[in-house]
């Protein structure tokens, strides 16, 4: 059978716009659709990209604060900038993954929802498109939980977040995740009263127990956090609303201007059709093997709709392995022990592999822990950034099987951790590397400096080279 393309993306945010680029720099025949009028999706518009530059921009507003305190009509002003500040970001990086930069690869590009009519066929507005392969990847929207009365209020998520020009008094944020606890820490700092409501037993549930709780630690001198207190109910209150949580058994409430939902994320598929197509799903999220095929052999799908983990980087590096598999045929697997990702509050907490619970439970025993905390570090002491801790996990022989940090810039600076597991390094080569003094990699060296500490010098191998020494020398 003819068909129209060789290859089909749908999607064009980070997953999608990888693959068509890859596959198109091939000289595969792709065509991509996206049913918005920009291509970049998620990380574009609503995610990455605006989150990190309010951040930036709320860092340098507590910065002037800290320095000259700051007055309501001050805050007023450096909000509304603040917001311009973010749409030009995005507006940059828009300019960057133009569609004329994806027409010039040579991709056909259609402004359109897809839905499948068979397993070859798909709809695409009004005109119907054939493809021997397809990749899917169409990403994920907030997951809206069926909470008493929240169809009664206007609440904020993050798709309409950064479109905010007036600051709020007052935000009361339902989920301490990773997007709730960025977005109230950047809030917070643009002069807004917010308030963290968390259903679990601590925020950034997916954290190291111990990052977790001194990050609690920290962002409480900036905003007020709940946790164990599940959000039950919303109601309107004149132009703002009540958020009624129950705490420790205790029903109580909050009286906020304004509401963000941050309570998860949900695949985009429900338009698709996959069903015609022979396509499972399962808990919401396309299923897919190690090589990312879906039940349909050569139709493919990638980054936040197939519910592995909902990271740009992780879009981008399955955008990898389906141009390998669809395009040349290959049979390569994706991997996730080795993915790390970071949460940009400040300070910033990095995150590789097992956490500690997760790694005592898999070695037992043998697991290594090695921990610095920064005010033993001379540049931390130095810029008075003392907050913070390093925790490495290793094996007895020094495999890294889990890295986490909180402190200022750790997403950078811990990266070396997650280099030297990538180049199948022992966590102990890193203290044979020379490290600028004092630059704040510094901590990460004296840390893996420890693994010598528990292995020579507290060890019967030492008190060998002590009577050597004495005996001998
Ligand atoms: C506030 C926030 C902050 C974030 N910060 C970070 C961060 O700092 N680092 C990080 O790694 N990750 C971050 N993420 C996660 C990141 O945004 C996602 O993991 C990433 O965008 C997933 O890429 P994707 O290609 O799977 O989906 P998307 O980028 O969302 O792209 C999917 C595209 O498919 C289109 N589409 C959907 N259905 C159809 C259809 N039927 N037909 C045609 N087109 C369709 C959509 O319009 C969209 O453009 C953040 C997310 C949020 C919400
Ligand atoms: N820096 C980054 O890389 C970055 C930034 C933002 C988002 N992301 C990605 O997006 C994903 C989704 O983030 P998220 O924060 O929306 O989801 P999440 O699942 O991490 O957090 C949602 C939180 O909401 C809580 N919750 C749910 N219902 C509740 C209720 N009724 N009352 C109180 N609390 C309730 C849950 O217990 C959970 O802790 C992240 O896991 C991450 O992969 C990444």
């Not at 507003?61 to 800290?66: I, S, Y």
């Not at 507005?125 to 929240?150: M, Y």
């Not at 940009?344 to 997760?358: A, D, F, K, N, V």
């Not at 951790?417 to 990460?444: D, E, W």
Request: net charge negative; charged share 25%.
């Amino acid at each position: 059978m003819n068909y129209d393309y060789q290859l089909v993306v749908i999607g064009g945010g980070s997953g999608g716009l990888t693959v068509a680029a890859g596959a198109a720099s091939f000289g595969t025949k792709v065509a991509l659709i996206e049913r918005k009028s920009e291509l970049g999706g998620d990380c574009l518009h609503y995610g990455c990209m605006p989150s990190k530059a309010l951040i930036q921009a709320a860092k340098e507003v507590h910065q002037a604060d800290e320095v000259n305190p700051l007055s309501d009509q001050d805050y007023d002003r450096l909000f509304e900038s603040s917001m311009e500040r973010v749409a030009t970001a995005v507006q940059d990086v828009q300019d960057h993954d133009s569609k004329e930069r994806f027409l010039n690869l040579g991709i056909d590009l259609y402004e359109a929802e897809a839905q499948f009519l068979d397993e070859h066929r798909l709809k695409v507005g009004d005109e119907i498109v054939t493809a021997k392969r397809i990749v899917i990847s169409t990403g994920s929207s907030p997951f809206v939980p069926p909470i008493d009365g929240i169809d009664t209020i206007e609440y904020l998520t993050n798709e309409t977040i950064f479109s905010l020009r007036k600051r709020p008094k007052s935000l009361g944020v339902i989920g301490g995740g990773i997007i709730g606890l960025e977005l109230a820490h950047a809030m917070s700092r643009l002069g807004v009263d917010v308030t963290v409501i968390e259903g679990g037993n601590q925020i950034l549930a997916n954290e190291d127990p111990e990052i977790a709780e001194i990050a609690g630690h920290l962002l409480s001198n900036e905003l007020s956090i709940l946790t164990k207190a599940p959000v039950q109910k919303v109601e309107r209150n004149g132009d703002g609303a009540v958020i009624h949580y129950s705490k420790d058994g205790v029903d109580n409430h909050v009286e906020v201007e304004q509401v963000l939902v941050a309570t998860g994320r949900k695949a985009n598929i429900d338009g698709l059709n996959l069903e015609v197509a022979g396509i499972e799903s399962s808990n919401g999220s396309i299923s897919v093997d190690s090589h990312l095929r879906t039940t349909q052999r050569h139709i493919y799908a990638v980054g936040d709709c197939n519910g592995s983990m909902p990271f740009t980087h992780v879009a981008g590096m399955e955008g990898k392995v389906a141009v390998s598999n669809a395009v040349f045929g290959l049979s390569r697997k994706v991997s996730y022990e080795r993915v790390p990702w970071v949460v940009y509050t400040s300070p910033e907490i990095y995150h590789l592999g097992l956490t500690e619970e997760e790694a005592k439970e898999q070695y037992g025993d043998s697991l290594l822990t090695f921990k610095t905390e920064l005010e033993h570090n001379d540049r931390f002491m130095a810029e008075q950034n003392k907050a913070g801790l390093v925790k490495i996990l290793t094996t007895s022989k020094g495999k890294i099987v889990g890295a986490h940090a909180i402190g200022e810039g750790a997403g950078e600076w811990m990266q070396e951790v997650g280099t030297v597991q990538a180049l199948n390094k022992k966590f102990q080569s890193i203290s044979n590397i020379i490290h600028p003094y004092p630059a704040r990699n510094n901590v990460v060296s004296q840390t893996a400096d420890l693994y010598w500490r528990e292995k020579l010098f507290d060890s019967s191998i030492n008190k060998a080279l002590r009577w050597y020494v004495q005996t001998f020398r």
